[in-house]
Structures are given as C-alpha cells and as structure tokens.
C-alpha cells in the first residue's frame, strides 16, 4: 500500500510541475535550463520523466529545485492550495461583496490519511505562511474594486446621455450630482485597499520566493491607477460622506478587512486557521 501511495504521490507532482511549466509557457528545455542556472543541472529527459513517467519516489532536492525553477513554493508542488474568489450575496446585485478563500481540495498526506490540502501543507511546512494569506486578502480587495468600478464606470456612461439623471428622478432618487461623487470617493478607498494589499503581498512574497501574483497584471494596473489620484472632492470620513444609501447600488464604504483576513475552506463546519503561520516578525 505503501508504495501505491508514494507513486501516487510522485505522479500528482509531475502533473502539477507539468500544468506549472505550460502555464508559464516552458518547454521541458527551457525548465532544464534554468536548473541548470540555479546550480543543479537536471536534463530535459529527467525533467520530461517526471510529468510522464514518474517514479515511485522522488528527491527532496529535485522539488526544490524544480520549484525554484518554476518560482513556487516547494510546497506547492507537493500540496497545492488552490485560491478562489466567490461572491457573497447581498439584498441587491449590488450589494454583493467578493472574498476569495482556498478551493476544497483533499490530498492523500500519508497512505490512506486524506486531509484537506491547506492541512497537509501546514503540517509538511510547519506553518502556512503570509504569501499565501495576503494573496486570498489581495484578491478579494482587487475583486471588490473591480465591481465597484465597473458600476461607476456604467453610470457615469448613462450621466453623460442623461440617462441616469432620468432614472433617478423617476425614482425619486437623489440626482447623479449627488450620489456619483460619494460612489467615487467609495472607489477610491477600495482602490487605497487594494493597492495596500497588493503590495504588501509583493513583498512578502519576494521574500518567500512565491512568483504567484496574487492578481492579473491588468487588475494590479488598473488598482495602481484609480489609487493614485484622489478624488474631487473627496470626504475622507465615510460617516460625513452625503447619504446615498440604496441608490443604484450605492452604500456605506465596503472596504475589505486588511491583513488579518483569514483564510478557510468552504463547507468546513469549522473556519479555522491552518494549524501554525510563520511569525509576521519574520518578515519584517
């Protein structure tokens, strides 16, 4: 049994060296070449072997070695936690708000011993790490900005054909005057959070040698550009702020939790923790 379990376990980690290597667009070549570069030469053939023709055991030092070629974590390769975004609904479309949490994925941990990924790399690691944790946190920030944005982006189309300002009087609404300054300085702040988040998941990041973006280069560009200008006008105390409530999706400053979101795993009765995380200290 054992050893069923161990060529089980070598051929999941050739598969995801494999979906790794194609999603950078590397040929098996171009992966040997850069073991090569890092110190520990393995050949196009070895490297081929191993998303193939995977053997019923494989050296710590080719993961590792393959993972930094790659630019992941080790881990990833032997326990890979998948991040995804949902969408928690509100009263209205408008109101729903993004989080991204890890997929529930099991992994085989030891020879019959199926746990869910995020454990298995918890134990293997000794800790989770922040990477990880400011990815599920910066996506859901990006996530949250993109929507918003996009709501404004449509109403401002339909202010310039006076359009909105129709609907609203229709309503009984306030006029667009009103609402879309407040639903701009709202995007601004979830741009300010994003942006925050972003970076300072880059940096833990670096730091971890994790190469996994935590969003698209076109959402990280689009986040940097709407941070970098305040709006006009420009109220920083949401309480002061006019209120717009319920007027085409618009309400309270929906600003996403900064670092101490946590991750958890859907359907888990309990959401909790990875068992241990690297001290924020070691970071610093």
Not at 134 to 157: D, G, P, V, W, Y
Not at 173 to 186: C, G, I, K, S
Not at 212 to 230: G, K, M, T
């Amino acid at each position: 049994m054992s050893n069923d379990w161990s060529s089980r376990w070598t051929a999941a980690i050739g598969a995801r060296i494999r979906d790794a290597r194609l999603r950078q667009g590397l040929s098996t070549q171009d992966l040997a070449e850069r073991t090569a570069e890092l110190g520990y030469p393995m050949a196009r053939s070895s490297v081929g072997n191993f998303e193939t023709r995977p053997r019923a055991k494989i050296y710590v030092q080719d993961v590792a070695i393959l993972a930094a070629a790659l630019g992941v974590p080790p881990v990833e390769l032997l326990y890979p936690s998948d991040v995804v975004v949902f969408w928690s609904g509100g009263s209205r479309l408008d109101d729903d708000l993004a989080y991204a949490t890890l997929r529930k994925a099991q992994v085989e941990m030891l020879p019959g011993d199926h746990v869910a990924a995020h454990r298995a790399a918890g134990w293997f690691s000794g800790g989770y790490g922040m990477s990880l944790e400011l990815r599920i946190a910066a996506m859901s920030a990006a996530a949250n900005f993109t929507k918003r944005a996009r709501l404004l982006a449509t109403l401002e189309a339909e202010d310039a054909t006076g359009e909105l300002r129709e609907r609203a009087e229709a309503a009984g609404a306030p006029t667009p005057d009103e609402f879309l300054p407040v639903l701009r300085m709202e995007v601004y702040d979830l741009a300010v959070a994003a942006d925050r988040l972003c970076r300072l998941h880059d940096d833990v990041a670096e730091k971890a040698r994790d190469g996994q973006p935590a969003v698209s280069d076109e959402e990280r560009e689009a986040v940097a550009a709407a941070a970098a200008e305040e709006p006009d006008p420009y109220i920083a105390d949401p309480a002061q702020r006019p209120d717009v409530n319920n007027v085409f999706g618009i309400g309270g400053p929906q600003l996403p939790p900064l670092p101490e979101t946590r991750p958890h795993v859907l359907g888990d009765q309990e959401r909790e923790r990875p068992t241990s995380y690297y001290r924020p200290e070691a970071y610093a």
